[in-house]
């Protein structure tokens, strides 16, 4: 079981806007580490979307963005596409674990 | 452009042992860090060791610690997993990803396609 915990599940429809959260607590996010997040379909590398709590890497749209707020942190999609549709997940580091962490991770379904 | 490709998943019993390499292109290997990340089936992502630029330290999980080996050959671009007294919990997707080592707030910019352990008699 992952300390870092986010919805099993979110859904919208294309066009809309959907928020992931990513909810720690004070022996990882809330201690100030960073929060990262990746996008990942099945049978397919992982890719970075989020570096740093906000920063988008070269090549990703603007569509994405991250925000970190006390213990939790959030992804937000807005402008839904036919292709978000992935599971999404976030990382950390946990300092009573001494490692870096992911998230237990969410199924974005586009409806 | 950044490549990165995971060989030697197979099949292996209890106890047994494997080996899995990442084939690293497109940066230059031996000024980054590099993690190994695995997926267990229907599981999320787990971190599961990373060793430095030079090779000098390496970190690793609880799970694995004791039983797994990370290493790198900086001369032929090439990260490895060594993987002993294998467990069926050990069943998984195998990821290397290319590190931005920063201490606490490290993350992992590139990522291969995966190597599948399955551990079963």
């Known amino acids: 079981q992952s300390v870092l915990t986010q919805p099993p599940s979110v859904s919208g429809a294309p066009g809309q806007r959907v928020t992931i959260s990513c909810t720690g607590s004070r022996s990882n996010i809330g201690a100030g580490y960073d929060v990262h997040w990746y996008q990942h379909l099945p049978g397919t590398a992982p890719k970075l979307l989020i570096s740093?709590?906000?920063n988008r890497p070269s090549g990703v749209p603007d569509r994405f963005s991250g925000s970190k707020s006390d213990t939790s942190a959030s992804l937000s999609i807005t402008g839904l596409q036919a292709e978000d549709e992935a599971h999404y997940y976030c990382q950390s580091f946990d300092s009573s674990l001494s490692h870096w962490v992911f998230g237990t991770g969410t199924k974005l379904t586009v409806l | 452009e950044v490549q990165l490709l995971e060989s030697g998943g197979d099949l292996v019993q209890p106890g047994g042992s494997l080996r899995l390499s990442c084939a690293a292109s497109?940066?230059?290997?031996?000024?980054?860090?590099m993690t190994w990340v695995r997926q267990a089936p229907g599981k999320g992502l787990e971190w599961v060791s990373t060793i430095i630029a030079s090779g000098g330290s390496t970190y690793y999980a609880d799970s694995v610690e004791g039983r797994f080996s990370i290493s790198r050959d900086n001369s032929g671009n090439t990260l490895y997993l060594q993987l002993n007294s294998l467990r069926a919990e050990d069943t998984a997707i195998y990821y290397c990803?290319?590190?931005?080592?920063?201490?606490?707030?490290?993350?992992?910019?590139?990522w291969g396609q995966g190597t599948l352990v399955t551990v079963s008699s």
């Open positions: 740093g709590n906000t």
């Open positions: 497109g940066f230059p290997f031996n000024n980054y860090a």
């Open positions: 990803a290319k590190t931005r080592l920063a201490a606490v707030h490290t993350y992992f910019d590139y």
